[in-house]
């Protein structure tokens, strides 16, 4: 697995964002099977590991000492709101979409059962505007890829540091 970490951010370095944001979606699949050998739901597994060590660790990445304390208190508001938004579930779907729809889901909105994604490697922090239905909210979620790839490549990480058996992160790779 460190590998893995170590190529997505070599290719976040080189502004190649689509395969980065791929392999790092993948890092979630690769933790969730080592603490749920059990759970033979994938999206259960990779849900619940996301939520429990990557989306109660996420901040956003602004400079709040520049904003004076008016704004600076709005701009923790409005973070604090969004940042709910981009869970174990909106993740497993981005997973799903990218990984089974490819490059399709890099141009433009697109969307994924009842979420709107658009993605892009700007510099910029995601953001979050829920649009109301009637009978269901469409979230239109905006991911700044470099980003997330951080999040997950940092947990993963940390997950991996603090695991005592290493050698369940070992894969086995069949060379023909």
């Keep these: 697995m460190l590998k893995i970490i170590e190529v997505i951010q070599d290719a976040n370095a080189k502004n190649c964002p689509l395969p980065a944001l791929a392999l790092a979606l993948t890092l979630p699949d690769i933790c969730s099977q080592i603490e749920y050998p059990n759970e033979k739901n994938v999206g259960y597994r990779y849900r619940n590991w996301y939520n429990n060590h990557v989306h109660k660790h996420e901040e956003f990445h602004c400079t709040l000492n520049t904003l004076n304390s008016y704004d600076k208190l709005n701009a923790i508001h409005e973070m604090e709101t969004m940042l709910h938004k981009f869970n174990g579930y909106a993740c497993y779907k981005l997973r799903c979409l990218l990984l089974h729809q490819g490059d399709a889901a890099m141009t433009g909105e ?50 991996y540091d603090e695991h005592p058996n290493k050698e369940l992160f070992q894969k086995k790779i069949l060379h023909g």
């Design 110 to 159: 697109i969307k994924y059962d009842n979420l709107y994604f658009n993605i892009h490697s700007g510099e910029e922090t995601r953001t979050v505007s829920p649009t109301k239905q009637p009978d269901q909210p469409i979230e239109h979620l905006s991911i700044n890829s470099k980003l997330l790839c951080d999040y997950l490549c940092t947990y993963a990480k940390k997950y």
